[in-house]
């Protein structure tokens, strides 16, 4: 199971950047039956598992797929031409998975008694 972060579709996929050499890619490749945990924006922050099927992609193909993931997370870029670029400059991967199941919420974190108030 990989720890990742990712960006929501409009059309309900979780999409996800990573290299064609991480594991994750390679394991989805292998068998697109997957469970991924997904984390919130800050390290203390919830999560939640995801079970689905994947689809792994490397660029060129996976461009844009990375385009999806990037307008899923940041809007809109000002250079899509140099962004494309940029992700086959780098060999990026996509993964997209289809969920098929998800929880349960965790409400994570370390617990206070750990930290000194601030």
């Not at 996800?16 to 594991?23: M, Q, V």
């Not at 800050?42 to 792994?56: M, P, R």
């Amino acid at each position: 199971m990989s720890l990742v972060s990712g960006g929501m579709l409009p059309d309900g996929r979780l999409a996800i950047a990573s290299y064609p050499t991480r594991a994750k890619v390679h394991n989805a490749k292998a068998n697109p039956d997957v469970s991924v945990l997904v984390m919130g924006d800050e390290f203390n922050d919830e999560w939640v598992q995801i079970d689905g099927t994947a689809e792994a992609t490397d660029v060129p193909e996976a461009v844009d797929g990375l385009v999806e993931y990037f307008r899923a997370i940041s809007g809109e870029h000002p250079d899509w031409d140099e962004y494309r670029q940029a992700m086959i400059d780098q060999g990026k991967s996509v993964i997209l998975i289809t969920p098929t199941r998800w929880g349960p919420i965790s409400k994570g974190g370390f617990p206070p008694e750990l930290f000194e108030p601030v």
